[in-house]
């Protein structure tokens, strides 16, 4: 006689196992996280289906003895793609894709698979689309490749027989929650599905040498639906940034075993798909107002490339008791600290005035070299007074109002000579380490402090 199924309860964050509910996973920490499954009893071995038809045993190799002279990447056609992971598809990796619904991320496989298709195989695996719909999609974006082809199913097992058998160059699955494998009991999506079925296509795409593209799904606060471990399993994670209702995105990689993880790509959505956007400077300042108060440029590095953002802030007396403070693009806890080193430090009073700063594009920016841009912005907006178009400021600014160094100081004014700016504030032990190899047509103002920083731009 069978036995019957059982309930488990499965921890989302790390896959922790419990035969009862939780309110905090004893493993991880995490609240509100365990969640209920109806486990079946495992098959007899002689009925139970092959996991993988390719898997095989490894042999022992010595270090020495291994080469790593014929790495291989695939280029994806796509500039600012191939900047993020490092150089393009390495064979054997499994990458995972991941972004809000409408973002982007099937039209970039798609646009993928037109350039690889130029000389490569590619199986595109959809468990969400028809291939009438795949089709659709296709002759929008201009896709018409011959070694391009289409398959519809969601069983894992079955797929990995079918790359087993066809032994494509380059395999896209879209997406990880509409696979599964029918011998276990638990829904579509779930966290034991998502972990199985990803380990498989990791040990298919290791086996087969084969790179794999995975397209993941998110969760109503912006993380990967499914356990964390499914992170841990990828070689390389990638997040589409951005608006739906704005045409820029930005492709970042918060995982990535054969490149940097400071690298970002670029990309503007239109009616033919996504454009590269070579030069995001220009698109970020493009549009930027003349003589308005509240207004510094900002020069951020995202990996190697520097990238100019303007910084926006709105300064205005409180109608209530309490002062409102709102931060977009930037830290919020980062424009509170800021806020409180100005009236401290350099005695502007804020304290009964609403703050709210912005930055222009959708660009998010973490990092301190832009405390001078932002604090530069708020004093602007505070006195009505523009800082000059033609001026670029960054720099970290410390609790005692002081201006430090940051990294790439020389590289951030070679950008901002190419803009076109006359005039940039950086860091006075900056200027001192570059001054001899500087040679630039640009006025470059060292500072120490707050107060400099004010008197050189705004006076």
Not at 33 to 59: D, F, G, I, M
């Amino acid at each position: 006689m069978a036995s019957a199924a059982k309930t488990v309860y499965v921890c989302s964050a790390c896959g922790y196992e419990s035969s009862k509910w939780y309110g905090q996973c004893p493993a991880c920490r995490e609240w509100n996280t365990l969640e209920e499954e109806l486990r079946a009893p495992a098959a007899p071995s002689s009925k139970r289906r092959a996991t993988s038809a390719v898997q095989n045993r490894s042999s022992v190799q010595k270090l020495s003895e291994i080469t790593a002279d014929t790495e291989h990447r695939f280029d994806t056609g796509l500039r600012e793609l191939n900047r993020v992971l490092g150089g393009g598809l390495v064979k054997g990796s499994l990458v995972l894709l991941s972004g809000d619904p409408g973002i982007g991320k099937s039209t970039l496989l798609l646009q993928i698979c037109e350039h690889l298709g130029k000389g490569l195989r590619v199986l595109y695996v959809s468990g969400e689309e028809s291939a009438h719909q795949l089709k659709l999609r296709a002759s929008r974006l201009g896709v018409s490749t011959d070694n391009l082809s289409l398959l519809c199913e969601t069983d894992a097992q079955y797929i990995c027989e079918v790359l087993a058998a066809e032994k494509p160059d380059v395999v896209m699955i879209d997406s990880i929650q509409t696979m599964n494998i029918p011998e276990l009991s638990s829904s579509f999506g779930s966290v034991t599905q998502v972990r199985e079925t990803t380990n498989l296509f990791m040990r298919t795409a290791k086996t087969l040498n084969i790179p794999i593209v995975i397209v993941g799904h998110v969760n109503k606060d912006g993380n990967i639906a499914g356990p964390k471990v499914l992170e841990h399993i990828v070689d390389a994670v990638l997040y589409f940034e951005g608006d739906r209702n704005l045409s820029y995105r930005i492709l970042r990689a918060v995982k990535n075993r054969y490149g940097s993880t400071n690298e970002i790509g670029v990309f503007e959505m239109q009616d033919k798909g996504l454009v590269e956007v070579e030069n995001p400077s220009m698109m970020l300042l493009s549009g930027r107002p003349k003589n308005v108060s509240g207004s510094c440029v900002a020069c951020i590095m995202e990996g190697s490339r520097p990238i100019m953002a303007e910084v926006q802030s709105l300064v205005t007396p409180t109608g209530f008791g309490t002062p409102r403070r709102m931060a977009t693009g930037v830290d919020y806890g980062r424009v509170s600290m800021l806020l409180a080193v100005l009236e401290k430090r350099a005695g502007y009073f804020v304290g009964n005035m609403d703050c709210y700063v912005n930055v222009v594009g959708g660009l998010k920016i973490d990092e301190p070299a832009c405390d001078l841009s932002v604090a530069l912005a708020v004093v602007s907006g505070l006195k009505d007074v523009p800082v000059p178009e033609n001026v670029l400021a960054f720099g970290e600014i410390g609790l005692g109002g002081e201006i430090r160094a940051v990294t790439a100081c020389e590289q951030r004014i070679r950008e901002a000579e190419k803009l076109g700016f006359q005039k940039c504030v950086v860091p006075k032990y900056n200027l001192m380490k570059i001054r001899k190899n500087l040679k630039a047509d640009i006025e470059v103002v060292g500072v120490t402090n707050i107060r400099q920083a004010f008197d050189a731009i705004i006076g």
